[in-house]
């Protein structure tokens, strides 16, 4: 089993949500379609994955 570290995680999501959109460029975001998700994990770690 893969350990996440929670604090690191509380960072990134920090660091995301303070993003202003108009400073994203597009061409720097994934391809939602090349996003693979584990339908074998549990729900938690599916989540943490993404």
């Not at 570290?5 to 999501?13: A, N, S, Y």
């Not at 959109?21 to 943490?48: A, C």
């Amino acid at each position: 089993m893969i350990k996440y570290d929670i604090e690191e995680l509380t960072k990134k999501i920090e660091r995301c949500r303070n993003v202003n959109l108009d400073d994203v460029k597009l061409e720097d975001v994934d391809e939602i379609s090349s996003i693979k998700i584990d339908r074998r994990k549990p729900s938690e770690e599916r989540i943490l994955d993404f």
